[in-house]
């Protein structure tokens, strides 16, 4: 691969990674915390109906956990398609 | 020790603190007054951000308004935490790797026009100027309360700090001081919240107390707030929506896309040494925020149920279940003085009787056990946080720290502001269009003198404060997400986006937001000049003004796209920029421009 071919593949990989947390986002906060809300808080965990929690808690966790996901995979993408800073 | 020797002193010692880093972290370059020199390690950054991002709002107002609307204010905990996995994945590396000094010139470049960068500018700065009369009220108001002086001295006071350490420190002096405000506010947030999830739950911390049973009861927490307050004729607690569930789902979003666009957020990591480090701080910035985030509805709900307990002291409806006004506690009556409580005994019964009179079906019930309405007649949501260390009968260092706290948030909040608008300035509109040939030295001045009339003109907005101050919400994040974020976010996911679609696009998004806030709280605010009442019935499907950004930034997307797609193409260079700006390599030589 040329370095064009290689930032064209880098890039196409980071998207594939961006649409999969951004999913995640979406669903542990639109979906769990908002639509979904009425149908979780069925559920009990201790004190907490869950989609209560996940719109008060749960998504919050989530949301940091994605970012430093994203941040070592895109650190290791850097590597792989030798693109990472000097 | 009295209370107001205390606050004296923690008050006195925090602010010497902020003095000793702005001469330590004196700004000598136009780099180290915009971005810190670019050296700033991720996780300090990060928790720089997080002070930058955490208001008066944050720290005096959240909780208390998810204590007053339960599971509906979830929109401002996700809202004004899931827009930092907007800005990590979407906006700040890219940013970073540009390699410039503001928001406005970036989108300068990528659409090779100046118009589009002075929109940008614009933008930037009623948005800045909105939120920065806000926090500047703040320090009036938390000096004017704790300290027992004017509320002019206070904001004087206050102006006189970010002074010091702003002017001359600028991006520099802002990061190490919001460094050390974010340990401040932190720390005075999260120990009352800690000493009153104690009292109530036996937890000590209170996330998990807030899921627990009651101390010495097997009734969990949040059952027990929703027993009490539907019987008092409320909505219950955790179920209780704001508007319906489309606005909700609006709402959100438009506070997350609205937060990764605010400019006084971005800029902060154009001042970390790497691409990557851009990515990590911005978890980093995350997980300090969450720590006040996920505290924050522990003590909205513990609040609300102190305040119940206080004045429901027994069965409901029971004559003798009521507090006796005569016996009301003291930091009832404290708050009184203050004019943000207040209580009328509507029966003469020389009891407080404290309910939703506004549910008929309740208020027929209540008329039989000879109640004449709500009695709180006046119950400010702010003094949730601020009266809850009183309320749960914590002692004095802790109120203090209180005020301590509620001065961090504020302080840092406006300096970062304050940068964006004083960058915006000097770099944007004096080097970028009317000197392009200034010499650094020229510029730096100039920026330092941009600061301090920022400075001036946000210490007169907060003393004569124009009558949308209390809208500020609806317009920055508004601004910031129609307008902003969506010309920041094309410009790097796109290459095809071109100048005219991108300043079309802009406007309006921009426009489309302005009209639909204008209409129901008035042309530019005017009282008197709505176009409908600003209600759910009025609102198109439900959905409020402060929700509507999201719908302006559909409308920018939408735009910017349609537009692009019928004109010519963005020259060669631009696209190499923004093949270029995609991949991390090169940052180094980009920050040495």
């Not at chain 1, 594939?16 to 947390?21: G, S």
């Not at chain 2, 940008?120 to 704790?146: D, E, P």
């Not at chain 2, 609102?539 to 997307?557: H, Y």
Request: proline content about 4%; overall charge neutral; hydrophobic content about 50%.
């Amino acid at each position: 691969m040329n370095d064009a071919e290689k930032a064209q593949a880098y890039w196409k990989a980071n998207l594939r990674l961006l649409t999969i947390c951004l999913v995640i986002w979406f669903i542990v906060s639109y979906l769990f915390g908002i639509l979904l809300v009425d149908a979780l808080n069925t559920i009990q965990i201790g004190g907490y109906k869950l989609g209560f929690w996940f719109a008060q808690q749960g998504s919050i966790y989530v949301f940091v956990a994605l970012i430093f996901f994203y941040a070592a995979r895109m650190n290791r993408y850097d590597r792989e398609f030798g693109v990472e800073e000097e | 020790m009295d209370l107001k020797t205390l606050t004296y002193i923690i008050v006195g010692a925090t602010f010497a603190m902020y003095f000793g880093i702005a001469i330590w972290a004196k700004a000598s370059s136009t780099a180290e007054f915009y971005a810190a020199g670019r050296g700033v390690h991720p996780i300090a950054n990060g928790m720089a951000t997080a002070a930058d991002w955490m208001s008066a709002a944050s720290f005096i107002s959240m909780a208390g308004l998810i204590a007053f609307t339960g599971y509906g204010g979830s929109v401002f905990l996700m809202g004004w935490t899931g827009g930092y996995v907007l800005l990590a994945m979407l906006l700040a590396p890219y940013l970073r790797k540009f390699g410039r000094f503001t928001v406005p010139e970036f989108i300068g470049d990528r659409y090779y026009s100046q118009t589009a960068r002075i929109v940008a500018v614009i933008c930037l700065i009623v948005a800045s100027i909105t939120y920065v009369i806000g926090q500047m009220k703040g320090v009036g108001v938390a000096f004017s309360r704790f300290m027992e002086t004017s509320f002019e001295v206070g904001l004087f006071s206050g102006m006189a700090i970010v002074f010091v350490y702003a002017v001359l420190g600028g991006m520099k002096g802002i990061t190490y001081t919001q460094i050390a405000q974010y340990i401040v506010l932190i720390f005075a947030y999260t120990v009352p919240a800690i000493f009153i999830s104690l009292q109530l739950t036996g937890n000590p911390i209170p996330q998990l107390g807030l899921g627990s049973t009651m101390a010495g009861d097997s009734i969990y927490l949040l059952d027990k707030l929703d027993q009490i307050v539907t019987e008092l004729g409320f909505k219950e607690y955790t179920t209780s929506k704001l508007g319906g569930t489309l606005n909700m789902f609006l709402y959100t979003l438009s506070l997350m896309i609205g937060t990764a666009g605010l400019p006084h957020v971005i800029i902060r990591f154009f001042t970390v040494p790497k691409v990557k480090d851009a990515r990590s701080s911005a978890g980093w910035a995350l997980v300090f925020i969450a720590i006040l985030y996920t505290t924050a509805p522990a003590v909205g709900a513990m609040a609300r149920l102190n305040l119940i307990n206080t004045i429901q002291t027994g069965p409901i409806g029971e004559p003798t279940a009521n507090l006796v006004a005569e016996e009301r506690p003291l930091w009832m009556k404290r708050w009184e003085e203050t004019g943000l409580l207040g209580f009328e005994d509507k029966n003469g019964d020389g009891r407080i009787q404290f309910y939703n009179d506004e549910d008929p079906a309740f208020q027929a019930k209540a008329e039989a056990w000879g109640w004449k309405g709500n009695e709180m007649t006046k119950v400010d949501r702010d003094i949730m946080v601020l009266a809850n260390p009183e309320i749960a009968s914590l002692p004095n260092w802790v109120i203090a720290l209180v005020a301590a706290g509620g001065l961090a948030a504020a302080l840092s909040t406006a300096a970062g502001l304050l940068l964006a608008i004083a960058s915006a300035i000097s770099h944007d509109l004096l080097k970028g269009v009317f000197k392009p040939d200034i010499s650094e030295t020229g510029e730096l001045l100039a920026s330092r003198i941009a600061m301090a009339g920022a400075i001036v003109v946000a210490g007169y907005l907060g003393l004569n404060p124009p009558g949308f101050a209390a809208q500020v919400v609806a317009l920055a994040f508004g601004l910031a997400a129609s307008s902003i974020f969506p010309a920041l976010m094309m410009g790097i996911f796109s290459k095809r986006v071109n100048n005219v679609g991108a300043i079309l696009g802009m406007l309006s998004g921009l426009g489309v937001t302005l009209i639909y806030i204008f209409w129901f709280k008035g042309w530019f605010f005017i009282p008197g000049t709505e176009m409908a009442p600003n209600d759910a019935a009025h609102w198109f499907l439900g959905i409020s003004p402060e929700a509507f950004g999201s719908v302006g930034a559909a409308v920018n997307f939408a735009v910017a796209m349609l537009v692009s797609r019928v004109t010519a193409a963005p020259p060669d260079r631009i696209q190499h920029l923004v093949e270029d700006i995609r991949i991390p390599r090169g940052a180094g030589v980009a920050s040495a421009h």
